[in-house]
């Protein structure tokens, strides 16, 4: 019979507190908050499942949507959201936060400066700014690089801890270094987190940025499986539907999309990715890492299999060193993958008909 327990290594900080679990906690706690190691189960006919998994496929890690079986790490809202999808899971490990809404009056009041001023405002910019930060500035990484300016002669001495990243020398005396700090591994600062003076240090909180993504991604399951959308397309807070949304969820109010574009004709090569003809017959497109524009007709040529498109773009560089930028010309290929979901294609015409999860078993793909 699977069992639970709570180990002692509770750590307070201020009133709110973690607690380190191994086991099934939902044994005893019939509504658990936190983060779980689990043991997952995707049913092979979900289309289009929801809960993501970094998983190296041989031709590099990719944030994976798969069907199947295997094991990670979930925040525990995005679990039980999950259940209402077909998914099981069995949790094996973990830790239990208490919960508050922190984050309402600051989002509500940089909102309003948002919406009752005009896009060139630079209020309105500031205000954008500091609200779509927000989760990634909690969500920063825990190495951070140190800089210092030492005397050119004991630069030798920087340069035999083999840790200096970046060296500029500022005049024959002086120089300036990044290095890394070697008495605080990654490793260490993870066993370390609940110390206060190392989050001081570092301000940061990988559960809340955690937490907020899980719940942007449970906002956005309501529309990935709903019968009543035909969907084509989603990015994290955007959706491409063949037909319109509820008028409800349409508006100027926080959480409400907005209408952008209705295009005569679309096709989407891969995740930023994508070309059409809009209502008024003209021609858009998007492709994350080049700026110019591709025709849609050269768009609708890469459906077929194996097709791509070498095109060549500038690409600024920065030199911090030299204190210079570079302006390089470019090849883009430009094709569409099969990064995050198998491509399905026409045997005859070999033109792409549809798309479908990966399967997976673990650590290896087996559909």
């Known amino acids: ?25 939902s044994l005893i706690d019939n509504n658990p908050y936190g983060f779980f190691f689990v043991e ?26 798969p069907t199947g ?20 899971y069995k949790i094996i490990r973990g830790y239990i936060f208490n919960k508050q809404h922190v984050f309402i009056d600051y989002l509500d009041n940089l909102f309003n400066i948002k919406k009752n001023h005009e896009k060139n405002d630079p209020l309105y910019l500031i205000a954008k700014l500091l609200m779509n930060s927000l989760y990634g500035r909690f969500g920063m990484s825990v190495m951070t690089n140190n800089q210092l300016i030492i005397d050119e002669k004991n630069l030798h001495l920087w340069q035999n801890k083999g840790i200096i990243k970046e060296h500029i020398q500022l005049n024959e005396e002086k120089s300036f270094i990044i290095f890394e700090d070697p008495e605080l591994s990654e490793q260490q600062f993870y066993n370390n987190l609940t110390n206060q003076t190392i989050n ?15 719940n942007a991604r449970i906002f956005m399951s309501k529309f990935k ?3 009543n959308i035909i969907l084509m397309y989603t990015d994290t807070d955007s959706l491409f539907t063949q037909n319109e949304l509820p008028k409800e969820l349409i508006g100027t109010k926080l959480g409400q999309f907005k209408l952008e574009q209705i295009y005569k004709e679309i096709v989407f090569l891969a995740p930023k990715v994508y070309g059409g003809i809009t209502s008024n017959n003209k021609e858009t497109s998007v492709i994350k890492g080049y700026k110019n524009h591709v025709s849609f007709k050269k768009f609708k040529s890469l459906l077929k299999q194996n097709k791509s498109l070498e095109l060549n773009h500038d690409k600024w560089f920065k030199n911090f060193i030299d204190g210079k930028i570079t302006i390089k010309n470019q090849m883009y290929n430009l094709k569409i993958n099969s990064n995050k979901r198998k491509l ?8 792409l008909t549809g798309t479908k999860p990966y399967k997976i078993l673990f650590d290896k793909i087996v559909d």
């Not at 001081?200 to 909180?205: A, D, F, L, Q, R």
Request: proline content about 6%; hydrophobic content about 35%; some cysteine.
């Open 1 to 25: 019979m699977p069992t639970a327990f709570v180990k002692t290594s509770t750590q307070f900080i201020k009133e709110y507190f973690i607690k380190e679990f191994e086991g099934d906690i």
């Open 40 to 65: 997952v189960i995707c049913p092979d006919n979900l289309h289009k499942p929801i809960l993501p998994l970094r998983f190296d496929t041989g031709d590099g890690v990719r944030s994976l949507y």
């Open 69 to 88: 079986t295997w094991c990670g790490w979930y925040h525990s809202e995005e679990l039980k959201n999950a259940l209402s999808y077909g998914y099981t």
């Open 344 to 351: 399905i294609y026409n045997q005859t015409t070999k033109k």
């Open 225 to 227: 499986n709903n019968p």
């Open 200 to 214: 001081n240090k570092h301000n940061i909180s990988i559960p809340i940025a955690a937490a907020i993504t899980a």
